[in-house]
């Protein structure tokens, strides 16, 4: 009895371990993710740019990483030159995110002008903020819509890409994680590149003219 008793309880601790939720901690490199941003604006938001022999998602790229590996994240990728080109060629293998540059280089000069006029600003979330809907046609607010939804496209594969050169489950819980940092990246480098007289919004919510 004593014997079944201590196999019942060695069954019952293995089952939750094995179901234990393991925290991972995601290496993230900010200076080559902003790289990375710039990269893929400069090359994916140019007109009539088509790359066709770039691989569609889940062509390359190696087999989905087990939920129970263990690694060292910092021990290659840290390290490791051209990290930035890395991330965006990882990026280009994402149909989705690809098709949402290009969308957002097809309106950007409409985007401009409201920038231009005050309509809209570059909020601290990384989206493209009213602040005079007044100035705004219904147009204008549904590209403000759909250039809001390529933004959020972008930084989830951002996210995506940076789980994946950390080797570690691209699972809800590592997006969470790295999606902040991810937000900021983007719109950091959106108000770095603003242009002067357009609206921009710092970190804690306070609207000035660059």
Not at 76 to 82: I, L, T
Not at 126 to 139: A, D, K
Request: hydrophobic share 40%.
């Amino acid at each position: 009895m004593r014997k079944k008793n201590f196999i019942m309880i060695a069954v019952f601790f293995l089952v939750v371990v094995s179901c234990a939720v393991i925290t991972v901690n995601i290496y993230f490199p900010e200076k080559d993710v902003k790289e990375a941003y710039k990269a893929l604006e400069k090359e994916l938001m140019a007109p009539g740019k088509v790359d066709k022999d770039k691989p569609k998602e889940g062509e390359s790229g190696g087999k989905p990483e087990s939920s129970l590996r263990f690694e060292f994240v910092r021990s290659v990728y840290a390290q490791e030159a051209g990290l930035s080109e890395k991330i965006a060629e990882i990026i280009k293998r994402m149909p989705e995110v690809v098709n949402a540059y290009r969308e957002m280089g097809a309106r950007l000069s409409h985007m401009d002008r409201l920038r231009e006029n005050g309509a809209v600003g570059e909020g601290n979330n990384g989206m493209l903020l009213i602040r005079e809907e007044r100035l705004l046609t219904g147009e204008d607010k549904r590209l403000i819509a759909m250039e809001n939804e390529n933004r959020r496209t972008v930084i989830n594969g951002m996210a995506r890409a940076i789980i994946r050169i950390n080797r570690v489950p691209e699972n809800e819980e590592n997006l969470k994680q790295v999606m902040p940092q991810a937000i900021k990246q983007f719109a950091d480098l959106r108000r770095d590149s603003a242009k002067k007289g357009w609206w921009i919004q710092d970190q804690y919510g306070n609207w000035s003219r660059k």
